[in-house]
C-alpha cells in the first residue's frame, strides 16, 4: 500500500494535502481496498462549514456505504466533480484525480493532531 509522505492522515482514513489555507482531502489507499469497486459518492455539504471529524458525505462501494469525515474543520469549497461520472477513480488514483473536496482551512492547529505516513502505516499495519 502506498501512503505518501507529504499528506497528513486522519484515523477515519482520509488524508489531506494542505496548499496554503487551502488543502484537497480524499480517502487512503488502505480504505479504497477495504471498501472494494467505488461505485458513489454523495457529498452535498459544499459552501457549508464543517467542524473536524464531522461527516461531510458518504461514499457507496457494491457492499457498503460509509461516511466521510473531516480531517480538519472548514469550508467544503469544491466536490471534484470528475467523480460523479467516474467514482472508480478512487481504486486507480486516490491521491491524485481522486480528491474527493476542496477545502477553506478553519483552524491550521487541527493538523497538529493528524498522522504522518509512518503513523497512519502502523495504525493500520500495513
Do not use: C
Not at 459544499?46 to 458518504?58: A, C, D, L, N, R
Not at 481522486?98 to 483552524?107: C, E, M, R, T
Request: hydrophobic share 40%; aromatic share 10%; net charge negative.
Amino acid at each position: 500500500m502506498n501512503f505518501p509522505s507529504e499528506l497528513k492522515y486522519s484515523k477515519d482514513h482520509e488524508w489531506i494535502r494542505v496548499e496554503g489555507n487551502t488543502a484537497y482531502v480524499g480517502i487512503t489507499d488502505f480504505a479504497q481496498k477495504e471498501l472494494g469497486d467505488i461505485v458513489y459518492l454523495d457529498v452535498t455539504t459544499v459552501g457549508q462549514t464543517i467542524s473536524k471529524e464531522e461527516i461531510f458525505g458518504t461514499i457507496e462501494a457494491v457492499k457498503t456505504v460509509s461516511d466521510l469525515f473531516m480531517p480538519v474543520g472548514g469550508e467544503i469549497l469544491e466536490f471534484n466533480s470528475e467523480l460523479e461520472s467516474a467514482p472508480e477513480l478512487i481504486n486507480s488514483d486516490p491521491y491524485g484525480k481522486a480528491w474527493i473536496v476542496k477545502i477553506s482551512i478553519q483552524d491550521a492547529s487541527d493538523l497538529n493532531a493528524l498522522l504522518d505516513a509512518t503513523a497512519y502505516t502502523a495504525l493500520v499495519g500495513a
